[in-house]
């Protein structure tokens, strides 16, 4: 039996129609990402599972469990806030502890719950500290114990680490991703951030628009994207429009690029990623596509150099290569650069 389904949920604000005919299933154990961008049904639809709103049309079970008009406090799930949502005028153990207190579980095993579940966040020290006497960081943490002292069927997050620092997200999302997995939570985390739905996810469900996309698991997505708003979602920076005439796709400017259609002939564009174009490459025949561009801007991002380039026939193209190999070749910027990629590079793309 799936921990999770959604069967069909559809959600109206006003005359709009933000999640429609949203239809999947969510197993035990398993993390899946809703990404996509703001607007696009994925805050709503967990907020829905919470059962914080409910859906217009469609059900949602838990545990085999209808729950679709059934209220907040009397779903077994937990939801951790992109704000934290601490009490202020609480100390930390407190907050970690409200759950279990509102479930009217004994003192001496709320003592014992909330001290376990701040020993895995890295806080024990910290109980009787206040929220505004702890980083961001630290703020978000509480909010991650406080989710799981209560022992949730489903654990609920709604992007959680926005509002830290770059190096803190990595740490936070490690850290979530290990403590599920250690506790053994089913768990939906809401995010925009690609790389953060990469990382964590058992699988991925892109949204847009209260459509689903595209369901899978994160190498499946990364790799093998169906239509250009996923592509373009987890990274594709070069889209080309124009028709297939066998294994080679005609751009709409003329340049001609040997791809395999993979049977979606009929499809009309395609997407190739800037870490798979090779700038000058010392063996050129390896590579099913060559050709000679003009440079227009190169900019340096630390490990990496990005190019922007364009054709003869006027179409771009972006470039990314690691600086290392940069240091190593003299590119300059409008002047006639070789560029090469492989055919299994070139993706179709709905």
């Known amino acids: ?87 202020p005028h609480m100390t930390i153990f407190d907050n970690v502890a409200f759950g279990l207190k509102m479930r009217k579980v004994p003192k001496d095993e709320i003592r014992t719950r909330v001290t376990e579940a701040l020993e895995m966040v890295q806080l024990g020290t910290f109980m009787e500290r206040y929220p505004r006497q702890l980083s961001g960081g630290q703020q978000q943490r509480v909010a991650l114990a406080r989710a799981i002292v209560v022992k949730p069927r489903l654990l609920l997050l709604d992007e959680p680490l926005s509002n830290l620092d770059a190096k803190l997200r990595i740490e936070m999302r490690n850290q979530i991703r290990e403590l599920q997995q250690k506790l053994g939570l089913t768990a939906i985390f809401v995010t925009h951030d690609q790389e953060e739905a990469l990382v964590l996810s058992d699988r991925i469900v892109v949204l847009e628009q209260g459509h689903i996309r595209q369901i899978g698991k994160p190498q499946e997505v990364f790799d093998t994207p169906r239509s250009h708003f996923v592509a373009d979602f987890v990274g594709i920076r070069n889209f080309f429009d124009g028709r297939f005439d066998n294994n080679v796709f005609v751009t709409e400017k003329g340049v001609k690029i040997t791809a395999d259609c993979q049977g979606k002939a009929e499809w009309k564009k395609i997407g190739i990623r800037s870490n798979m174009v090779v700038v000058n490459p010392t063996n050129p025949d390896f590579y099913e596509n060559k050709f000679i561009v003009k440079p227009q801007s190169i900019i340096y991002r630390g490990t990496v150099v990005e190019i922007a380039a364009v054709f003869p026939t006027g179409e771009k193209i972006e470039i990314e290569m690691p600086s290392e190999q940069y240091k190593l070749q003299t590119i300059t910027q409008g002047e006639d650069v070789q560029i090469a990629w492989r055919a299994e590079n070139v993706l179709p793309l709905e």
């Open 1 to 87: 039996m799936s921990e999770v389904v959604l069967h069909h949920v559809k959600k109206r604000f006003g005359g709009s129609l933000a999640v429609k005919d949203m239809h999947m299933t969510i197993e035990k154990g398993e993390l899946i990402s809703f990404l996509g961008p703001s607007g696009c049904g994925k805050s709503t639809t967990l907020r829905m599972v919470a059962g914080f709103l409910e859906p217009d049309e469609g059900q949602i079970l838990l545990g085999g469990q209808d729950v679709t008009h059934v209220s907040a406090n009397k779903r077994d799930t937990a939801l951790v806030f992109q704000n934290y949502a601490l009490f």
